[in-house]
């Protein structure tokens, strides 16, 4: 292991966290906050902590899978704990492990929250709240990546990390480039959703608050009541951002550089599309007893299909009292998630895609036992190793989720708040049913499973492995 | 630059750990073999795309469209040269092909200009030149040539008694009265380009440049062989061999060749009549004893085999006095190997990779800018540049005394017409000149480069 790369790289990180809350302090000051010095108090801490573990210079500049891990890993708990901070100090939320399951909620863009009031925050707070968010959507590491001068191709081990999706390519030769590429499409999305949600009359603060939660697919919002009092035409246009968050960023890019047909062939993107239509068809029907006005209904619907389906987890309504068949279809939307390479999170639509294919050839293998059959993706065979590698992902999945349902079994709440509590945040989603539905919250639960659930929240958010890698014993061996 | 790299070879992943080191080129490289892409694009910088290079998909999908040169470098010739026709007609773009058949060695200038080859190259040939040329000269450790070939540089080793021991630069073209410029000395793992005060030490590696006539007689003046050898010996009967085979007899030296495999031998026999063929097993040293290696003013060492290479010189630096020159195709232990005591060491794919590299950098600097020739010299620590001088270049018409050069630059050496001129401080350049500037500075592109 190269430990002095590593905290150089966890240096950067804390750093640069840092200087992400400058924006809340700013918030702070203008909107002339009472307790000004919060932010630079914190910003002071992490710069303590972290520019004196960036002068460790690496001795070797080689970097490999493994240590590429560890630090996505790391990190990502580093700046979970720094990251709340704020909200301990503040004393809006006393308890350490609260503060911690609200930030790790924010950068895993879950968006599950123990707050009951989220009004009560100050501006700047919240703005945090939802800045985490944005910063978790795309990641800290491909941020770092476009900017920290490392050796080339070893890069890449960091972006893998801690990208979802099961194969990561790279849209250009150069993984800076490339990382620099992800981040313009991400700000210039976002940018877009800002200037569209002020055009709907929204003030600049809840513009950009609810455009980091959309475009992180986070889900933090800055009412009680989440989105459902906004106008239609900011939720169509929330709802159709969510949407456009989901889908795999190489489709942009693609699109960017005019390869249109490359963009129209991904699989992964047209199966996301229809399965929204489907299950927004679906539950349309299923709820239209509920809401009797079609416009309405359809609105309804399509927000809350797109919210689930892409991890963002906002709501305009209390889906918690739809009938059984439209939980359950929220439910299985909650596994599904969005496309690989998206911000979203869950198990991805690709993957679930391969699975399916997997099932299918696997029938046609016994009724045809001597047949050849290549499970395919965007018309290319896959290889062997890369169905083995979503299998054991899908199984890794399910062991988690299972462990965590059983050490949060111990607070001895219903069955339904569990299973969705564990699904809303190993998939990054945000609200789940009953006791977690969306208008209540994770106070419910004790410390310890505040805990279980803040980890798998990360757990979920960089894919699993990163983080079991950190109970191997072999690899903090010298 | 975006370059595309088709096939990985070792050639293949030797330009992509060149060409990736330096920031400004986008690299795509394609291959066949999914675990050795996935293993090149997790260690460098690059991206990688699966497939067969001669697929007019696979070529799009690396980016074919923007490509300034395609480089494919497959084991398959035919391969190689269907990919770079095919992305000829798709952009357009400089293409290199590595093409090893000797059967198609007449053939290659037809196809070069037919199917609009910027570069045809040929490993074992290029060994084989570059062998060839350390025997004609086999003092020398290493040379290259510029202006046309009427300029060498030429790097040899400083021995016990040689008259240039302590002594300073600025003496030597007095004491020795000869025309030539001492422009790079490695002493250890450092490499100076050496001002007047510099003094010469045993043991350093200088580097000479001059025209062929005025080196020669330089080295003579020190006391160095500077005839070509008279007989060689060459254990391996492969494609090198018979390239060097050719070279060597064409230029009068006798070539022995010892060879295994005896359907080999035949072969070897009718393309080579005037090569003494021995049928044996090189590693036996009874048989090399019985032809004469105690005896021989040269030996190669060219098997396949890189370990049997290695022990075959070192016998033979026991037994001989002569230049021994060993091929290593494979071992990547520099480090190891050059502390053996061998004399010369041969990597054709360093060497291939270093021509079509030379030719990548030539092609980057000629968009907007005059670069002739290009060669590494100093173990890669500093580099000679040929430069052209055109009309409004800034350092033409001044004497070179009242230019205001950086550190760590030399002229070396002026063109004017095919006459070729030391430099000294009251020299001018003149515009249609040629100079050849040697500098331990990078990624030179115009002359005016050199000033302050």
Known sequence: ????????????????????????????????????????ICMAICFLAGIPLTLIRPRQKNMFAKEGFVIVALSWILMSIFGAIPFFLSRYIPNFVDALFETASGFTTTGA?????????????????????????????VFLVALLPLSGGDNLHLIRAESPGHSVGKLVPHVKTTAKILYAIYFGLTLLQIGLLKL??????????????????????????????YSPYVQWVITIFMIIFGVDFTF?????????????????VRTYIGVILACVFLVCLNVSSQIPNI????????FQVASIITTTGFSTTDFDLWPQFSKMILLGLMFLGACAGSTGGGIKVSRLLVLV????KEVRVLVHPKSTIKVKLNGRPLEHETLRGISVFFMAYCFVFA?????????????????????ATIGNIGPGLSLVGPTRNFACFSSLSKVVLTLAMIIGRLEIFPILILFSGKIWKR | MNIIIVGLGKVGQKLVERLSREEEHSITVVDLRRNILEDVVNSYDVMGVSGSGASLEILTEAGIGKTDILIAVTGSDELNLLTCMIARKLSGCNTIARVRNPEYKKEVQLFQEDLGLAMVINPEFTAAQEIARLLRFPSAIQIDTFAKGRVEILKFKIQKDSPLCNIQVADISQKLSCDILICGVERGDDAFIPGGDFVLRQDDYISIVGTIKDATHFIKKVGLKTNKVKDTMIVGGGKTAVYLATLLIRAGIDVKIIEQNTDRCEELCSLLPKATIINGDGTENRLLLEEGIETTESFVALTNMDEENVMLSLYAKTMNQGKIITKINRITYDEVISNLGLDTIIYPKDITAEYILRFVRAKNNSIGSNIETMHDILDGKAEALEFNIKKNAPIANQ?????????????????????IITPRGKDIILPGDTVIIVTTHKGFTDIKDIME
Not at chain 1, 8 to 13: A, D, E, F, I
Not at chain 1, 18 to 28: D, Q, S, V, Y
Not at chain 1, 200 to 223: E, K, P, Q
Request: aromatic residues 12%; hydrophobic residues 50%; neutral net charge.
């Open chain 1, 113 to 141: 929250s123990i707050l009951t009031d989220v009004e009560a925050l100050p501006k700047s707070l919240l703005f945090w709240r939802s800045f985490t968010h944005w910063i978790g959507g795309m990641g800290v590491i």
């Open chain 1, 357 to 360: 294919k997997s099932i299918i």
């Open chain 2, 399 to 419: 004497t070179i005394e009242s230019l205001s050069l950086k550190s760590g630059i030399l002229i070396a050496c002026i063109n004017r017409d095919g006459t």
């Open chain 1, 200 to 229: 709907g009359g929204l003030d600049w603060f809840s513009s950009l608050t609810l455009s980091f939660g959309t475009a992180g697919t986070g889900g933090f919002g800055v009412l009680n009541s989440s989105i459902a009092s």
């Open chain 1, 295 to 302: 416009w309405e209904n359809i609105r309804y619907s399509a």
């Open chain 1, 403 to 423: 462990a965590s349902l059983l050490l949060i079994s111990l607070d001895n709440l219903d069955f339904t708040t569990n299973f969705t509590a564990v699904a």
């Open chain 1, 1 to 40: 292991m190269n430990y002095r790369m590593i905290s150089h790289v966890l240096g950067w990180v804390i750093s640069l966290e840092g200087i992400c809350m400058l924006l809340p302090f700013l918030c702070a000051l203008i909107y002339g906050e009472q307790n000004i010095w919060l932010f630079l």
């Open chain 1, 252 to 268: 942009y890019y693609c699109i960017l550089m005019r390869r249109f047909k490359n963009a129209l062939k991904m699989e992964e």
